[in-house]
């Protein structure tokens, strides 16, 4: 029999894992099923708030851990660590890119849940744990480009960045999903035993993303599998990678096959999860 190995499996979330427009994961019900017999950890890396996860994780019971605002935060076995700047450096850096510029400032971090709600589109309660954020704030404002400018400039004088996502310019700090996923391996080498019961020294890591956040996850990892976009059809590759496969289908339906087909190599199982001898 091939030697067992440890795996951990890193996958995004909006766009990867979950389809971009249903939210469903349906689609990759097989592959998931086939993780959870084989008791390899998965970890959801999401730039969504650690409450966001704990709610998608509570119903699904999916995840092994959670990484959260785009690396900021690792929770494992309910202890969370915060990897990106203080809450008090992301106030204080908003208050002075507020003081310095020339439109009302608001953030996720300041408003009430029903504003979050009234920009975003989500219920409420989303909206509550869209808002609970520990080292990001997307802002709420209708900039100039020199009030993006100076809001930038700002934020890097205090080692933060200015990052723009679908909608919002987010104050957030230089971690990333790369450097969350390192962390992630360190704690879970804590608890995890290899077939013959010794710690896990080396794991073998697989990671699944769509964009260009996802970068940092898929460079450190054994195995890279990008995830088409669903409107767009992005097939450029997002970095160079020794062993980078697309999917071939976008979200949930491409996470399947890809998965299974490096289960299927690196695993003595088939896609049935039945053990193969020999
Ligand atoms: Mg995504």
């Not at 004088?157 to 971690?175: A, D, E, W, Y």
């Not at 990333?176 to 890591?205: C, I, Q, W």
């Not at 999917?247 to 289960?263: D, F, S």
Request: negative net charge.
């Amino acid at each position: 029999m091939p030697e067992s190995r440890a795996i951990v499996i890193f996958t995004d979330l909006d766009g990867t894992l979950l389809d971009h427009d249903t939210y469903s994961w349906e689609d990759a019900r097989p592959a998931l099923d086939r993780v959870n017999l084989l008791s390899i950890p998965l970890i959801a890396v999401s730039s969504k708030t650690l409450a966001e996860l704990e709610h998608i994780n509570q119903n699904a019971e999916l995840f092994d851990g959670l990484i959260a605002e785009n690396g900021g935060i690792v929770s494992l076995k309910s202890a969370m660590e915060q990897h990106g700047p203080s809450s008090e450096t992301i106030d204080m850096v908003r208050e002075q890119i507020r003081s310095a510029i020339h439109v009302p400032l608001r953030s996720f971090r300041t408003v009430e849940p029903e504003i979050i709600a009234a920009e975003t589109g989500l219920s409420l309660d989303d909206a509550i744990r869209a808002g609970q954020r520990h080292c990001s704030d997307p802002l709420i404002w209708q900039p100039s480009a020199q009030d993006v400018r100076i809001a930038r400039t700002i934020a890097e004088q205090k080692g933060l960045n200015l990052v723009k996502g679908g909608r919002f310019h987010t104050i957030c700090g230089p971690s990333n999903k790369g450097h969350a996923m390192k962390r992630m391996l360190e704690r879970l080498a804590v608890f995890y035993r290899d077939m013959s019961g010794k710690p896990v020294k080396r794991f073998t890591t697989i990671a699944l993303g769509d964009s260009p956040n996802d970068i940092p996850m898929l460079a450190e990892a054994d195995f890279a599998v990008q995830i088409p976009t669903k409107n767009r059809g992005r097939k450029a590759p997002l970095l160079e990678h020794s062993n980078l496969r697309l999917a071939p289908y976008p979200g949930p339906a491409g996470w399947n096959v890809a998965l299974n087909e490096i289960l299927d190599e690196i695993t003595n199982t088939n896609k049935n999860s039945e053990v193969l001898h020999g």
